[in-house]
């Protein structure tokens, strides 16, 4: 079993910036498929970003250029680094990794853009 716990959501204005944090209770290491995903209110969730292989990333079209997702596998921690935020990059952000044939999620963190 995987236990994820996002943090570093909140309230920011437009063109802001966030970095969000998912903290693994069991170690990265050997884990090639972590990634994120948002849920904006009212919509269906939708992959942001995804880190496989150690290093090769991938990013949905609405946050090239915006948002980096980074692992440390020292903390076994995922991140991911928000910049130039809009109103449209709203909502809960879920973490996932994909360990032993599963995925596993964490509880989500709330991310708000508004002036």
């Known amino acids: 079993q995987v236990q994820l716990v996002e943090s570093g959501g909140g309230l920011v204005q437009p063109g802001g910036s966030l970095r969000l944090s998912c903290a693994s209770s069991?170690?990265?290491?050997?884990?090639?498929?972590m990634g994120w995903t948002r849920q904006p209110p009212g919509n269906e969730r939708e992959l942001v970003a995804y880190?496989?292989?150690?290093?090769?990333?991938n990013y949905a079209d609405s946050v090239k250029g915006r948002f980096t997702i980074s692992r440390d596998n020292a903390k076994s921690t995922v991140y991911l680094q928000m910049n130039s935020l809009k109103p449209e990059d709203t909502g809960v952000y879920y973490c996932?990794?994909?360990?032993?044939?599963?995925?596993?999620w964490g509880q989500g963190t709330q991310v708000t853009v508004s002036s």
């Open positions: 880190i496989i292989t150690g290093s090769i990333t």
């Open positions: 069991r170690s990265i290491f050997s884990i090639n498929n």
């Open positions: 996932y990794v994909d360990w032993l044939g599963r995925r596993h």
